[in-house]
């Protein structure tokens, strides 16, 4: 059993920039693919960014490419998400999501879900 728990979110200005942290409790972090996923209210949820296991592999949605960054510390058992030049559309719940097979980009492939934690971005 893996729990997550999200941090780092809150209020910026369009072009600002916002760090979120994901903790994870439990065993056997570093054999998690790990991911963000965001909502926004009456829309789906979408897939932001992942990253392999041992964080040599990335994978970005179109949306964030060249503004959003992941990182990830196994040693921390944390990930992170650097959010640079944000817009009024990444307004958003964003969770943490960890999957025991693989780091893709349906929210279904995730085994272990946080919280969320809100990110707005005012224009």
């Known amino acids: 059993q893996v729990q997550l728990v999200e941090s780092g979110g809150g209020l910026v200005q369009a072009g600002g920039s916002l760090s979120l942290s994901c903790v994870a409790s439990?065993?056997?972090?570093?054999?998690?693919?790990m991911g963000w996923f965001r909502q926004a209210p009456g829309k789906e949820r979408e897939f932001v960014v992942s990253?392999?296991?041992?964080?040599?592999?990335?994978y970005y949605a179109d949306s964030v490419k060249g503004r959003f960054t992941i990182s990830r510390d196994n040693a921390k058992n944390t990930v992170y998400l650097q959010m640079n030049s944000l817009k009024p559309e990444d307004t958003a719940v964003y969770y943490c999501?960890?999957?025991?097979?693989?780091?893709?980009?349906?929210?279904?492939?995730?085994?272990?879900w946080g919280q969320g934690t809100q990110v707005t971005v005012s224009s």
């Open positions: 439990g065993r056997s972090f570093s054999t998690y693919g």
């Open positions: 990253i392999s296991w041992g964080g040599g592999r990335t």
């Open positions: 999501a960890a999957s025991k097979t693989t780091y893709g980009s349906r929210w279904s492939q995730y085994d272990y």
